[in-house]
């Protein structure tokens, strides 16, 4: 009789089944056989029979325990463990699990989101060719060799003869000195070389790397001086990090005042600790410039990680992280999710960036996952901006982050001078030009400097949209509810979902010949400059020029090198850049976003107004920033062009509170999809009393719609949305968490949920 020492304990997990479906959104109990009991763990991801038909299917295990939930005999059996399948950290499981209850999404939408990559890829190897025979050897093989006309081995001789001490790398040999591995093998064999190989990391540092003036190592020299208001926010911040406080702070600062100085400054003592650090900025387009710095001042000891990634560079950073061999990594929104082991600190850039919302389920806020990994693993957050969210210094304001303020330039640097050029009155004076004549003046005299120039429209192609004067028919994406905007390659595209066709003359409706275009982008901007500036060098910076990997940091680069005058391009080129050449920055059209359906449209105006003002006069020389609209007088606009965060707050803060809005309310958007707009509008009707059902005896909550979405009809799906409002997160929590027992009737059509929607 075995004795109670002897007895096998079964192991259970539960498992998230691998498939994004609200009706499987629960655990299933499956057995953990014994021969794989040392190879399954808390995220683990494994294949299993799933249902009667025993249909083979991957989940992911969130729980294991010794306890079977339903009878042993009807438990089945994990099959395996996934092969070269990344298994997520329980403490991440943990935060997907939040950021489902959180956000409203599936579990498995939330565990996939956690995930840094996806599948083990094979590792990058190494091989260096090195000469174990001596160089008279090496002569002598040389010379016959030569006699048998074996040129390629004469080559490779040669080279290694003149690279002794160091070898050659095996690449270089096969691709740049052409020669055959055949010619390698025979010489191995006869014991004239040999073949090292060692498994290295692929890089994800880029051209920002290569532009560095420091090769790969830390160097202290270049550390700058703070100033001190600088030196305040610092000080205090690393004087919490010391007696252990996981402090969240808000660090306001004008731009061009030194917030990236300050960040560095804390991460040098988070990581002279033994602690990791995440620094999150919003557009892969900064990462050059950032990375750059972040170089010169740590070396090595920083990766990139962003979707320009190849996969086998975002899963060596993953390993780098992951193993503790790199302490910052550098990145967007997902960024977050960075599994490190030891996390001290994150911080966001620019935090008030709409790219730190999530835009596919679970919709989530950058922000919130910060700041519960900093609740739950003991790390600090610093939020920065020129132009903070309402949402976080509200938050500021009422003590739930600590407010720092850096009201002056680095470096002694002055403000620029802001001009407002009123468009109502250029035409007025028979200015029809895309230049009012204040910016045309300065751009002639910066490009007699040879000072560099930034034009801004938020807008990319050559026009806003094509349509007939004749019976005003206008040219629209046959899959999206929008219309199509006109390149410089003579197509029309949907800016939405890609779809593309040619211009045509005639009007497909009517027949005219009267085909005309409307507004303004990117590429006609260029095309103007390089008419009306012939001499002056144009860079174009947006979508379209970015497509490539390399893309954005080349352009920049270029620019960075005085190898152009002027930069044009959308929004991806007024944030966060310093280049200190720049003393003109035209903003051609600061309207474009002014009268949006969207309830942030002030706060995102004056964002990328006082943003893009910042870009000018940043180094030694004194800046001008040109703003031309046909709203002079808005609060956006003046606010912006005094360089006045607080005023433009305190406006903006006073409508948000008269309208309901957030930050001081919270919205729920609750969006009905499907390819099928009858059973769309079928579902709509049902699903109304159903929801005026739910707010019976919920007085705190407000409901309206439904109505069409801004854009109805995207990628051939017609979409219908609600909006609730709270003054109670939780209010709406509970709405979300009501829904989930409350399935649509159609199948064709499904739902999407999201927490104050941008």
């Not at 920065?384 to 680095?410: I, M, V």
């Not at 893309?551 to 270029?558: N, T, V």
């Not at 769309?680 to 309206?704: A, H, P, Y």
Request: proline share 3%; charged share 30%.
């Amino acid at each position: 009789m075995n004795g109670p020492e002897n007895i096998i304990h079964d192991s259970y997990a539960d498992i998230i089944i691998d498939i994004s479906v609200e009706a499987l959104d629960k655990t299933f109990q499956y057995r953990i056989p014994d021969r794989l009991q040392s190879k399954v763990s808390i995220g683990s991801k494994v294949n299993i029979s799933f249902g009667k038909g025993d249909r083979k299917i991957t989940g992911y295990v969130v729980k294991i325990s010794d306890r079977p939930k339903i009878d042993v005999s009807k438990i089945k059996d994990i099959d395996s463990v996934c092969d070269k399948q990344i298994n997520i950290d329980d403490r991440m499981v943990g935060l997907a699990f939040w950021m489902k209850e959180q956000f409203g999404s599936t579990a498995n939408e939330a565990l996939k989101c956690v995930i840094p990559v996806k599948r083990i890829i094979k590792n990058k190897v190494e091989r260096q060719i090195i000469p174990i025979a001596s160089v008279d050897v090496l002569t002598d093989e040389k010379v016959k060799a030569a006699k048998r006309h074996a040129t390629g081995k004469v080559r490779l001789i040669e080279e290694l003869i003149e690279e002794y001490e160091t070898g050659l790398k095996y690449e270089l040999v096969t691709q740049k000195l052409n020669i055959a591995p055949a010619t390698i093998n025979s010489m191995v064999k006869d014991g004239i070389i040999r073949i090292d190989s060692k498994t290295s990391y692929r890089s994800s540092l880029g051209k920002a790397c290569e532009d560095s003036a420091v090769p790969g190592q830390k160097n202290r020299s270049l550390q700058i001086e703070l100033n001190d208001e600088q030196k305040v926010v610092s000080d205090s911040i690393i004087a919490d990090y010391r007696q252990g406080k996981n402090g969240k702070y808000l660090i306001h600062g004008i731009t061009g005042s030194g917030k990236t100085e300050v960040y560095m400054a804390v991460i040098e003592e988070v990581i002279a600790s033994g602690k990791s650090v995440i620094m999150l900025i919003p557009e892969i387009s900064l990462t050059y410039q950032t990375v750059k710095r972040f170089y010169r001042r740590f070396g090595d000891s920083i990766s990139v990680i962003n979707s320009r990634l190849s996969a086998g560079e975002r899963y060596d950073q993953y390993l780098r992280a992951k193993n503790g061999e790199t302490k910052i990594v550098i990145g967007p929104r997902s960024a977050v999710f960075t599994p490190f082991d030891n996390l001290g600190l994150i911080i966001i850039d620019e935090e008030h960036e709409g790219s730190y919302k999530s835009e596919q389920s679970p919709r989530y806020s950058t922000r919130d996952v910060a700041f519960r990994r900093s609740d739950t693993e003991g790390a600090m957050v610093i939020l920065g901006s020129a132009t903070p969210s309402l949402e976080s210094y509200s938050a500021a304001e009422s003590g739930r982050l600590r407010l720092f303020e850096l009201k002056s330039r680095a470096g002694g640097a002055e403000l620029p001078k802001v001009w407002i050029a009123d468009l109502r009155e250029e035409l007025k004076n028979r200015n029809r030009s895309i230049f009012s004549y204040k910016l045309r003046e300065l751009m002639t005299d910066r490009l007699s400097k040879k000072e560099q120039i930034m034009l801004f429209i938020n807008r990319r192609g050559l026009s806003g949209f094509v349509n007939c004067r004749s019976c005003g028919f206008v040219f629209k994406c046959p899959h999206c509810d929008v219309s199509l905007n006109l390149h410089n390659n003579g197509r029309l595209v949907c800016h939405y979902c890609g779809y593309e066709e040619p211009m045509v003359k005639n009007c497909p409706k009517c027949g005219s010949l009267y085909v005309s275009t409307f507004g303004i982008g990117t590429q006609k901007v260029e095309e103007i400059l390089n008419k009306e500036f012939p001499s002056a060098r144009v860079l174009r910076m947006d979508s379209d020029t970015t497509r490539q990997k390399e893309s954005y940091d080349e352009i920049l680069s270029k620019f960075a090198n005085f190898e152009a005058d002027i930069l044009v391009g959308t929004q991806m080129i007024v944030k966060g850049h310093d280049f200190h050449k720049v003393t003109l920055v035209g903003i051609l059209l600061a309207d474009m976003s002014l009268h949006s359906s969207d309830y942030r449209s002030g706060e995102i105006t004056f964002d990328l107004l006082s943003q893009a003002a910042g870009r000018a006069g940043r180094g030694d020389m004194k800046g001008d920033v040109v703003i031309q609209t046909y709203n002079p007088e808005h609060y956006a606009i003046t606010s912006a062009a005094e360089h006045d965060y607080k005023s433009f707050y305190d406006e903006e803060i006073s409508f948000r509170k008269l309208m309901n809005y957030p930050p001081s309310w919270t919205m729920l958007k609750i969006m009905l999809l499907s390819e099928d707009e009858k059973k769309l509008l079928s579902e709509t009707e049902r699903f109304t009393v159903v929801l005026k059902d739910m707010l019976l005896g919920k007085k705190k909550v407000k409901l309206f719609g439904p109505s069409k979405a801004i854009v109805y009809k995207l990628n051939d799906i017609y979409r219908m949305v609600y909006y609730f409002k709270s003054a109670d997160y939780a209010e709406l929590v509970s709405i979300k968490d009501e829904l989930g027992d409350k399935p649509l009737r159609e199948k064709e059509v499904s739902i999407q949920l999201d927490f104050n929607p941008q």
